[in-house]
């Protein structure tokens, strides 16, 4: 078999285990937002609320962002896991950064900084265990 067709079968295989992740990460995000407005976190920012549902559509926006960058890195990177990785965490934690400045509640920025980590903790190893060392 080609090198060709290994990188494809690698990227494929890559892709179809982010959208899955993405799918989880998405409903996780969701039940946690759920769960933190049911305990009482407001889901207001700047008096706007954010409805449940755009935790999961979000979610889903960045991390099929982050299979796009699995895939290139895949094809592109002489590590692709190791600069996915590093790559995601450090994107993960600049996308704190307006949870953090945001005109919340310090409840609800936490809350909105959890669902972060929530889909990081879902999509990044699923993903990165797909790319080759």
């Given at each position: 078999?080609?090198?060709?067709?290994?990188?494809?079968?690698?990227?494929?295989?890559t892709?179809?285990?982010?959208?899955?992740?993405?799918?989880?990460?998405?409903?996780?995000?969701?039940?946690?937002?759920?769960?933190?407005?049911?305990?009482?976190?407001?889901?207001?920012?700047?008096?706007?609320p954010?409805p449940?549902?755009?935790?999961?559509?979000?979610?889903?926006?960045?991390?099929?962002?982050?299979?796009?960058?699995?895939?290139?890195?895949?094809?592109?990177?002489r590590?692709?896991?190791?600069?996915?990785?590093?790559?995601?965490?450090?994107?993960?934690?600049?996308?704190?950064?307006?949870?953090?400045?945001?005109?919340?509640?310090?409840?609800?920025?936490?809350?909105?900084?959890?669902?972060?980590?929530?889909?990081?903790?879902?999509?990044?190893?699923?993903?990165?265990?797909?790319?080759?060392?």
């Amino acid at each position: 078999m080609s090198t060709t067709a290994n990188t494809t079968r690698a990227i494929t295989s890559t892709i179809g285990a982010g959208v899955v992740a993405t799918a989880a990460a998405s409903v996780a995000t969701m039940a946690v937002a759920a769960a933190g407005n049911a305990a009482g976190i407001s889901l207001d920012i700047g008096g706007d609320p954010i409805p449940v549902a755009g935790f999961g559509v979000l979610t889903a926006v960045f991390s099929l962002l982050g299979v796009a960058i699995a895939a290139l890195l895949s094809r592109f990177a002489r590590h692709p896991r190791r600069a996915f990785v590093r790559t995601t965490v450090v994107l993960t934690v600049l996308s704190l950064v307006p949870d953090v400045l945001a005109d919340a509640s310090p409840a609800t920025k936490a809350l909105l900084m959890f669902t972060h980590l929530v889909a990081a903790a879902i999509v990044i190893p699923a993903v990165a265990r797909r790319l080759a060392a």
